[in-house]
């Protein structure tokens, strides 16, 4: 089961690499306290519930995972992980274009990196502070086992930055998705 969502979060990341209209209401999220979180090696802060703690990037490409305070890693746990990769000199892109992309290209892609199936794949556009963010979900299935993801994908010049929520069925307050929305609703570029 952990090598199940190591292999997950691997693949989801790199839908990242391989992904260079919608609109989204954003939710009210309430949790017990807050935090900032920074330091991230872009210079990026954000808000994240202050019990939930991070765990090892299994990627190796220097992405965040948070988990929810009483998660058992062990055995697979719904998880919120954001990548920040810097791309200087690159335009990000617009939001008609990633959307473009994402509907025509996300499916297969997961498919020929070894998902079953896909379903439910829907496109948004959210607005936050930082600017627009494309908003895209989906369920898959692996060796049997759905995972429902939710990935925001900031559009944001010289930067790759991508919030993906990773929910494997379990009941978390607040919920990843919602932890994941509030993180880019959050989400500030340090001076």
């Known amino acids: 089961m952990k090598k199940q969502i190591s292999v997950f979060l691997a693949i989801s990341l790199l839908l990242v690499a391989l992904l260079s209209g919608c609109s989204k209401t954003p939710v009210t999220v309430s949790a017990p306290e807050w935090e900032t979180a920074s330091g991230t090696a872009s210079g990026f802060s954000y808000e994240v519930p ?20 009483d998660a058992d890693v062990s055995a697979g746990t719904s998880n919120v992980n954001i990548l920040v990769q810097n791309v200087s000199g690159q335009k990000a892109a617009s939001m008609k274009d990633m959307k473009a992309a994402l509907e025509s290209d996300l499916e297969d892609q997961l498919i020929s990196n070894g998902f079953e199936k896909v379903e439910n794949l829907n496109v948004e556009e959210l607005e936050a502070p930082i600017g627009s963010v494309c908003v895209v979900s989906y369920d898959t299935y692996l060796s049997g086992m759905k995972f429902s993801q939710t990935q925001f994908y900031p559009l944001i010049d010289d930067y790759i930055v991508v919030i993906t929520a990773t929910n494997v069925g379990e009941e978390v307050e607040p919920s990843v998705e919602e932890v994941a929305e509030y993180m880019a609703l959050t989400l500030e570029k340090a001076e």
């Open 50 to 69: 202050a019990d939930w703690t991070t765990t090892e990037d299994v990627t190796g490409q220097g992405s965040v995972i948070y988990i929810p305070a």
